[in-house]
T-cell receptor
Framework: DTGVSQDPRHKITKRGQNVTFRCDPI?????LYWYRQTLGQGPEFLTY????????KSRLLSDRFSAERPKGSFSTLEIQRTEQGDSAMYLC???????????FGPGTRLTVL | EDQVTQSPEALRLQEGESSSLNCSYT??????LFWYRQDPGKGPEFLFT???AGEEKEKERLKATLTKKESFLHITAPKPEDSATYLC????????????FGTGTKLQVIP
């Protein structure tokens, strides 16, 4: 399968714990995006990488959130000191250099108890 | 600020009953408009990109059209497997890479 993959698919954690999610983009895509989606809403942009450089961050991305893309391949999104309000689906997408059509992964469903 | 508004929020159709979903938008410089399909618990699946007013694209029972203020997703003779949430989205006029999504239309097609 050559689509965007995300791991884990589901994560249940207790409030205050740290969690980390991984995204592997489509292999030839140099752009990678993270979104958050809550029930009944469309995805909300969190951050964007071009190769290994993080070029844009949403105001939604508080200091507890950090994202990396070492070597311009896979990316990780870490949430520190999770809160119940962080419960959501976290989506990763990628796009190629010649287009800004974004292709999404299956998402990671986070539940904070 | 760019805005995307979708209507209706939910739509229930009998199998074979054609209808249209609406996406109204406000953007200072249109760089394209995307349509996605999203099944429950899954990531959005890319359907179409429309770039300019008057453009139309088709895929199976779906046809997307674009005017200067809105886009329509026409569904002809829908089947139960077309049941999903349909999202429209705009590349942000302030930067090519941020995409603003609407809240979606949840379509249910009843056999």
């Amino acid at each position: 399968d050559t689509g965007v993959s995300q791991d884990p698919r589901h994560k249940i954690t207790k409030r205050g714990q740290n969690v980390t999610f991984r995204c592997d983009p489509i292999s030839e895509h140099n752009r990678l995006y993270w979104y958050r989606q809550t029930l009944g809403q469309g995805p909300e942009f969190l951050t964007y990488f071009q190769n290994e450089a993080q070029l844009e961050k949403s105001r939604l991305l508080s200091d507890r959130f950090s994202a990396e893309r070492p070597k311009g391949s896979f990316s990780t999104l870490e949430i520190q000191r999770t809160e119940q309000g962080d419960s959501a689906m976290y989506l990763c997408a990628s796009s190629g250099p010649a287009s800004y059509e974004q292709f999404f992964g299956p998402g990671t469903r986070l539940t904070v108890l | 600020e760019d805005q995307v508004t979708q209507s209706p929020e939910a739509l229930r159709l009998q199998e074979g009953e054609s209808s249209s979903l609406n996406c109204s938008y406000t953007v200072s410089g249109l760089r394209g408009l995307f349509w996605y399909r999203q099944d429950p618990g899954k990531g959005p699946e890319f359907l179409f990109t429309l770039y300019s007013a008057g453009e139309e694209k088709e895929k199976e029972r779906l046809k997307a059209t674009l005017t200067k203020k809105e886009s329509f997703l026409h569904i002809t003779a829908p089947k139960p497997e077309d049941s999903a949430t349909y999202l429209c989205a705009l590349p942000d006029s302030g930067g090519y890479q941020k995409v603003t999504f609407g809240t979606g239309t949840k379509l249910q097609v009843i056999p």
